[in-house]
DNA sequence: AACAACGGGCTTTTT
DNA sequence: GCCCGTTGTT
């Protein structure tokens, strides 16, 4: 009955907190989740209305699981009215209903990220720009940026720094690209993922009376994750708070693992500026680990230099070493973590579901899904290609789309000649010409040719018009008919059934059973809505289906599986036992991260993520030759090996003596002292013998080009090309040079990892 | 307009 | 090594 007395000292002064500023720090497996949960139970008890709050997540699926454990403990329908998903969903859903404030249609289209990149990649050409320089995906990841950051098109023209940093990168036309994808979007009524946090600001800016209307209404405010909010959104929970500066923002900066798409650690250090008599509470007792696992992740997170002094600890009992495996090759990493599951299932009675198989990248998941196979050990791969983004489920949900929006140009081109009803590029070409002559979309001209006459044969024509016939007849009914009903009507009737069916081959038949899940997932979708209100129409579903991810669409048929992810996916579960493989250098360390602190200690990060995933045994594989680029490439073993406690590790198959290099070090003694002797006082320690050795073979080349570097010289990078020093800073070690490369602007190295060649 | 063959780029991570 | 998109062929 009393919730209360399922929480901790620290957790239950957290969750009993009601009015003022928040925030709760909390380590690794500290029960962050149950404080947000039964936080938001404790308001409800006291009085609070459900409609009064809003709890953003990070995942679909963490608010699903939070607002079922708040129904339990509340019960009855307490839990209805509030409002909780991800930032994306929450204000997608406020941007619909007030979509005419910023002249979009309420049921403007969401972009995704392919979505996007076909519109840059058709304006990039439409200007006659080099897509070799102006790559599609830099493009959006420059826009991206912009947006995250609040700067519009016509701020991003005026800024004179970031058109000098677009001129230093070769693409000074940026700013019209960006303008022109703007105004691109707006006309197909169409927004992209950023949109949505941006769009939402502008609408909070420019409507006092819908700022004013959510001030009030969310009267209380949870962000979870509050390490990997971005500037936008930032805003946003600012602009809301206001008011009654009911925020409780929960996160971890240790966890803090996407700053490459924008997120802002620095949002937790400025929640002290923002609200200065906030109450910080810190939750610091690990449920989850064993100690030593506990221990071994915060000794390799003592490495970063930004983080907020926190000490998780723990009463877990000490539990195993973590281990070490070293492979000679990827498969046999494979071969040889498939076995030790099987081995470890049938020695200690597990199920296949008590294990976990972490990776840095996706590519990776191959070596263990052939050797999982060849064991007929059953496994899900998470993550990679979502079910939303397969070729078939976007083609149908393409038409969807283009029935609730027929101005949306990205499903309209998706489909147009899909199945081949013989309307082909050339056709296309001279329509949308047009549509860019007359300004007016696509679907302007082919819906009214009279009105927008093209200059193509008369056949075409007329294939075209049956299209839009087709459309038509299902924009009808997209706002009434039962979402079901016409999701089936359209699967048949524009032939893609059909088409599927027919393809026999392997892949055609899963395209086909994708299909009928798809459909399936629309039924159960429907029956889902009829519970609350009335019928479910497809433009209901739209308006869910762009946001959602694999991980909402899990079948829950036969979950007894070995699950493997990408560390990133794996944020926020848990394990009884984890394997983190390739664990090697410029892997895990990514090479991309190699280049500034910043981007190491988010590498290191992901490591700690990855290790306080297991609640009892973790192991850590490495590969000493895998590959890649289809080439077979060798590798050392992550520094993040050597950055644990040794107390804490045991080494599987050492290396013998044969006088090799750095793995000399992983033949420590276990005695203290002369652990002590050899490596000195952790953690800093480590990193000079392992750099010294790291440099062995090619020590005396550094040497001279580090000390012969000077500002303005022109370099070579590996990875960025040619560029020139603009200043060095810093001392032995931890020289660092300024170097511009025309490719990707300014960099920071560390010379000490960046190996820079000196060219004239 | 449809299909086959070739070439290039890619591998961080995702709402 | 694979996937995608472009090019060339019919």
Known sequence: MDFLEELNESQRVAVEHIDGPMMVIAGAGS??????????????????????????????KAAREMKERIHKVVGGTEAKNLTMGTFHSVFARILRHNADKLGYPSNFTIYDTQDSKSLLKTIIKEFGLDDKIYKPGIVYARISGAKNNLISPKAYENNTNIIAEDRMSRKPELYRIYKEYAARCFKAGAMDFDDLLYQTNVLLRDSPDVLHYYQHKFQYILVDEYQDTNYSQYIIIKKLAAVYENICVVGDDAQSIYSFRGANVENILNFRKDYPDFKLYKLEQNYRSSNTIVQAANSVIEFNKDRIKKEVWTLNSEGERINVI?????????????????????????????????????????????????????????GGLSFYQRKEIKDLIAYFRLAANPKDEEAL??????????????????????????????????????RYPVNIRVPAQRKITDFVTKIQSYSAQIETAPAYDLAETIASSTGILKDLYDDKSPEGVVRYENIQELLAGIKAFSVQQEENDEVATLSDFLVDVALLTDADHEDEEDNDRISLMTIHASKGLEFPHVFVVGLEENLFPSQLSLTSREDLEEERRLFYVAVTRAKETVALSYAISRFRYGQLVTSEPSRFIEEINPDFLHFENERKQTGGRSMNSYNRPTN????????????????????????????????????NLKVGHNVEHGRFGKGKVLSLTGEGQDVKADVFFPSVGKKTLILRFAKLKIIG
């Open 672 to 707: 203290q002292e002369s652990l002590q002797g050899k490596i000195g006082v952790a953690p800093k320690r480590n990193l000079v013998p392992l750099n010294q050795m790291k440099n062995k073979g090619s020590a005396d080349k550094e040497a001279i080009i580090n000390e």
């Open 413 to 450: 081109k998706r489909i147009i000649n899909y199945p081949k009803r013989g309307i082909g590029k050339t056709t296309i070409d001279f329509v949308t010409l047009a549509a860019r002559q007359y300004d007016v979309s696509i679907w302007d001209v082919i819906s009214d040719f009279t």
């Open 326 to 382: 070293r492979c000679m090759t990827d498969n046999e990493e494979g071969r040889v973590i498939s076995n030790r599951i099987f081995q470890m299932k049938q020695q200690k009675g597990l199920d296949f579901k008590d294990f976990a198989i972490l990776y840095r990248t996706n590519a990776q998941s191959r070596a263990f899904e052939e050797s999982l196979r060849k064991l007929n050990l059953p496994y899900k791969i998470y």
């Open 31 to 60: 029960g962050k989740t149950r404080v947000l949960t039964y936080r938001i139970a404790h308001l409800l008890k006291n009085g609070i209305d459900s409609f009064n709050i809003l709890a953003l997540t990070f995942t679909n």
